[in-house]
Structure formats: C-alpha cells, structure tokens
C-alpha cells in the first residue's frame, strides 16, 4: 500500500483490506467532496443489497458492518449535505441495512429470505452504533481504538505510532472517565437541588428577608459541600486536601445551624403574624 502524508490519511473506520464487491467508498480522502458525497448517494439509493449499501462483503463481520456504516454515515448524513432531499433517504437505507446486518438474526433472516428491519429512527441508529464503541471503551475493551491506530500507521508510516503506548494512553483516558462518572453521580443531585434553590428564590417576594436570606446559606451550603462529597466518593483522586477539605466540613455544618435557626425564627414570626389581633 502507497504511503501518504499526514495530511491525507483515510478516514479511520473504514475497514483494512476489504473486499468491497460493488459500489466502493467514493474516495480514499478522510473528507471527501461534495460531488463524490453525492455520487455514493446516488449508488446506494440505486442498490437494493444491503451489503452493497454498506459497502461490505456478504462475509464481512459484525465489526466491518459497524465500521461501514460509520463510514458511510460520516459522508451520507443529511447535515452534511444541506438541502439534498436524496441524503435524508440514503441516510435511512445505510441505518437499516446496519440494524439489518449488525444483528446475527436479522442478519440469517436477511441472507435465507431478504427479510431486512423497517429502521424507526436513524439518528437513533447511528448514536446506538457509536454508543456501543463507548460502551466497549469504557469497559477496556480498546481493540476498536487500536485497529484505527494500525490503520493510520499503514497510512502514514512516517507517524509510527506505538501500539502498546496508545493502549496505555487509552487506559489512562478511561481511567479519567471512570473517576468523572463517579464525580458526576456523586454530585448529580447536588446539582439539581441547587437548581430548585434558584427556582424557590425567584419565587419568594421581596420582602420575605428570612426566606431568601435561609435560601440563600441553603445554596452556599450545598455549594461549599460539593468538594468535599467528592472527595469522599474517590479516595485516591482528592480534589482538595484534607486540610481544606475538613474547613469546607466545618463551613457547611455552620452554615447548616445557621440555616436551621433563621428557618426556625422565620417559623416562629410567621406564626406570630398569624396571631396577632386585627386593628379594628
């Protein structure tokens, strides 16, 4: 295979040494031009196969079909090409034929009888496939990753990629994401009260002092705890130290009696309002 530069490398989803039997990928670009977008348009709404859609061998695999239908997706979706009406259902027919080929049973029902899946939504279809390489990432599975890696090394020699590096450097992206789900479901419902806080805020009147003055320490409290919960859920990746961490402790629980008492003042002046005799 001819080198290239940097520049000019293939787009990495598109499978290494595939038997494409018809119908082939328009160009060897990573971004193809808007002609040569239209011209695989015009193939795959002219073609009926549904390999031949995705641009795959009727012995592809299940990762080669995830592949081309990325690929193809990438080229053929319809904000890429803004007021073609052809994009829309060329868009639809590359989403069935993945949901089609991408099942194993679907896949034997297509291939014994041309029975293929009426696709409901397509932008559904294509954030299922790349939710699904997500998926595989987040649980170590990084052969999708490296595989691109390969490729854009066959491409462009010149950049020699270490595999066994970029598998570390995947680990360690992995890594951040694991400890960030735990931040953000640590802190998800912090956050949503703080949102309801602003919302009882805007709603009191003006003239309510201890209300807003209550709902004011509620939201700085919640605020100054948001660290120190975090710091909780992963022991080893401390977002303050521990002497920061025990002041902010301290400030949130102040701010919680302060909280408290002005709830419990505003309670009782409440009440006593209430009781007061009408002038007459």
């Known amino acids: 295979m001819t080198a290239r530069t940097s520049s000019s490398f293939s787009s990495p989803f598109l499978p290494e040494n595939l038997n494409i039997p018809s119908n082939p990928i328009p160009s060897q670009k990573s971004k193809p031009s808007r002609q040569e977008a239209l011209r695989l348009v015009d193939q795959i709404l002219a073609d009926n196969n549904l390999y031949n859609i995705l641009g795959v061998a009727s012995t592809a695999t ?3 079909v995830r592949r081309a239908y990325i690929s193809r997706s990438r080229v053929c979706h319809p904000d890429k090409l803004p007021g073609n009406s052809k994009a829309t259902e060329a868009f639809q027919k590359i989403s069935t034929a993945y949901e089609t080929l991408s099942n194993t049973n679907s896949r034997r029902s297509y ?23 997500f998926n595989e990432f987040m649980e170590g599975d990084f052969e999708h990753l490296l595989s691109i890696v390969e490729f ?31 931040y953000l479901n640590e802190v998800k419902f912090e956050v949503m009260k703080i949102y309801e806080i602003q919302g009882e805020l805007r709603s009191l009147s003006y003239f309510d002092v201890f209300g807003r ?15 120190v919960k975090m710091n909780n859920a992963v022991a080893d990746r401390q977002i303050v130290n521990n002497q920061l961490c025990k002041l902010l402790s301290e400030l949130t629980g102040l701010l919680e009696f302060s909280e408290r008492t002005i709830g419990r003042f505003d309670a009782w002046v409440a009440n006593r309002w209430r009781t007061l005799p009408l002038s007459s």
């Open 152 to 182: 854009i090394n066959i491409q462009n020699p010149d950049l020699n990629i270490d595999k066994e590096k970029a598998n570390q450097l995947f680990a360690q992206v992995r890594e951040v994401f694991l400890v960030a789900g735990k």
């Open 62 to 64: 299940t990762e080669e």
């Open 111 to 133: 291939d014994h009888n041309g029975t293929k899946i009426n696709s409901l939504s397509s932008e559904e279809t294509l954030s299922s496939a790349l939710l699904q390489i």
């Open 213 to 227: 003055l209550r709902l004011s320490i509620q939201l700085s409290r919640i605020f100054f705890s948001i660290p």
